[in-house]
């Protein structure tokens, strides 16, 4: 097992392969079987061309042997930053395959991310696209690998620059030993509560599961096609069953590069597709604008999840769309509830379903952490043959994340209906989830106040009528204040990802605290309704 990560306890290991749930298969073994059967099939629909099963196979084992001439060895990490391409699924199978662990960061991250992931995961290697939408990531590596000497190898898929280009490390396929299903396959970042994003370790044997068992609930099969739109760095679009699910079941993966809808609907009328996996914040324009493209969507399933959906929309937009909504709730680190194709609109549309396997542990439970009454709000607590035991290089964190008896304390407050299904009511974790994507506050307000004027500075979340939630930073200033636009800039000039900027800013002379003296960001979230009326906060239009 990859040092710094935590394994499961024998007893549980034993029973998850007893009962069913761990198989030994990797996924150093994605698309060997329909490559074998069916090699000619398209396995990905990706920018206007089509690739092969045969094809992307032998792609990712010529990169593997090439990986392995440049001194990749097994366990070495890898930080994968590619924008929803046939190389971004080339390359982590060859990483699967070369014993490499590839470390998927979201396109959207810039320089600070980035630094710290390499640093944190002490890679090997960074693997990076030339330009993409205007940004140039061989600049950022430039800056990154002075800084980070083990850096030892960074990979372009694109115009390389001073970079090795991915093409240069095609060779000729070789043997390799088969991973170990009990190791760490790939490293996926987490929602974040404290400062910087945790490293989720996920081994073949909890990853494989989840892609068999999502895939078989959700129906995708050979004859199915999966949509991404969702960046396929991020668990929702990569393996719920997302796009390593649909290629270990055989069926086509069609990437587009964003949920546009002028991209997506085109996509789901030319190929077919069955299953595609959105973020709330987008499915009120999919539903208003899909008339104008008149694509019949009756096959079509939406999971929809990962920030709170209102049921009203839920059901109206499955009624404009005429296609089939499901709702999912889900965490980086593995655990998963989703409602099924075949249930009631009433299930699909007003809860998060029930867990993926009977052996996922679900626990709901007070502040003094005993279950709390049937039907009653509480905070979540998981276990099962998918979750995580323990963030990577993490082990103070961890002794709070998880309870003794290895339950992840999710932070999301949660209750059950008497059917079983999962709702969400709120979250105890300081995090902003700005339509999907995940703004820790700490991470942020680090950055904020290494602005000179800044005295201190408390983010969080306020209502936001499109993306949910979006975020406010509470500024106490130090001489001359920033306007937000400045702020922003400053925090651009940091490099921090777009979406980590602040939506909003007030200025306050002091923070209110909580009776144990923290900063109470329920009562700072007040203020912005307060000042509704007369000063309106800083917004960005
Ligand atoms: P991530 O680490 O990006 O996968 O984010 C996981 C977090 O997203 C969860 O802990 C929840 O706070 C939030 N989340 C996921 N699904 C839902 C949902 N259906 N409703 C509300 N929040 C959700």
Redesign the pocket.
Known sequence: MLTGAVPWPAEFAARYRREGYWRDETLAQLLRGPAGSAGARTAVVSGGGRTSYAELDSRADQIAAGLRQLGVVAGDRFVVQLPNTVDLLAVCVALFRAGAIPVLALPAHRRAEIGYLCEHADAAGLVIPGVHLGFDHRAMAREIRGALPGLRHVLVAGEPGEFTALTDVLAPPAEMPPPDPADVALC?????TTGLPKL?PRTHHDYVCQLRGTAREMGLDDSGAYLAVLPVA???ALGCPGVLGALRAGAKVVLAASPAPDEAFPLIAAEAVTLTTLM?AFLPLWATTAGLFEVDLSRLVIE??????DPEVASSAEQALGCTIT???????GLLTFTRTGEPARVRHAT?GRPLWPADEIRVVDAGERDAPPGSVGELLVRGPSVVRGYYRAQGYNATAFTPSGFLR???LVRVTPEGNMV?AG?L?D?V?RG???VPTAEVEDHIRAHPGVKDVAVTAVPDPVLGECSCAFVIPAGDPPSLRDLRDFLTGRGLAAFKLPDQMELVGSFPNTPVGKVDKAALRDITRWSAGGGEPSRLQ
């Open positions: 996926l970042l987490s929602g974040g989720i991020h668990n929702a709330p929809v999840g990962g920030a709170r959906l709702r999912w709730f889900g965490m980086a680190e998060e999710t932070g999301d969400v979250r974790r995090v989830n999907g994507e995940k």
